[in-house]
């Protein structure tokens, strides 16, 4: 089976913890993204890798961090800065294609944070 | 930022209808994507049109671009129940060649 796995399905967490949600893929995708969405609301990027060992900031990286150390696995660390992480999130990746710019991007099933 | 605005923000027709969604954005692009979400799940890849298309089709979908007007639209012809979900649009734009921009969505309901 090909794709992006996330886990845990639903996470819970208590005021000041920090937590890290997994995400996996083994499409052999050079590029990979976490998106947060919040309730009728689309996604907004919160970090993006294009290649083992470095990645950006998105548009809303405060209280987030990212690590990189495998092509195959992007996780991300809420952590207890993040004012508001009540929310759904969602990994993707993509290939990487100079030419052309952004590509196709498969999501995984996401993981929904709540907060206690 | 929101690069990409949906438009109707709520659609609902009857079974075997059309269905036509709308994508405006601001700034030049390389390409527009549209994704579909079902309720709690991650978002599916559709379609894919390129700055230097105009329409593309796959199955029942068609999506047209009009770079002049910045905007896009979705057809769905013949809508079945299966297809109720929230419809994305999101634009890749130059110079930000990992990036795409999401727009709030339409979220289609199709009443057997």
């Known amino acids: 089976d090909g794709g992006i796995t996330q886990s845990p399905k639903y996470l819970f967490r208590k005021e000041g913890q920090n937590v890290t949600l997994s995400c996996e893929q083994n499409l052999n995708h050079d590029a990979m993204y976490w998106y947060r969405q919040d309730p009728g609301q689309g996604l907004r990027l919160i970090y993006y890798?294009?290649?083992?060992?470095?990645?950006q900031k998105g548009d809303i990286a405060e209280g987030y961090s990212v690590s990189r150390e495998k092509k195959e696995s992007f996780p991300l660390t809420v952590t207890s800065a993040q004012k508001n992480p009540t929310a759904f999130y969602l990994c993707?990746?993509?290939?990487?294609?100079?030419?052309?710019?952004?590509?196709?991007?498969?999501f995984g099933p996401g993981t929904r944070l709540t907060v206690l | 930022s929101q690069q990409g605005e949906e438009d109707p923000q709520a659609l609902s027709i009857q079974e075997g209808e059309n269905a036509t969604m709308n994508c405006s954005y601001k700034t030049s692009i390389n390409n527009l994507q549209w994704y579909r979400q079902n309720s709690g799940r991650g978002l599916v890849h559709l379609i894919l049109?390129?700055?230097?298309?105009r329409e593309k089709h796959s199955g029942r979908l068609r999506v047209t671009l009009d770079t002049s007007k910045k905007s896009s639209s979705l057809l769905i012809t013949a809508s079945r129940a299966a297809d109720t979900a929230s419809y994305f649009c999101a634009t890749g734009s130059g110079g930000s060649n990992y990036k795409l921009t999401f727009g709030k969505g339409t979220l289609l309901t199709v009443n057997p």
């Open positions: 049109i390129r700055s230097n298309e």
């Open positions: 993707a990746s993509s290939i990487w294609t100079a030419t052309v710019g952004t590509d196709t991007q498969y």
């Open positions: 890798s294009q290649i083992v060992n470095d990645f």
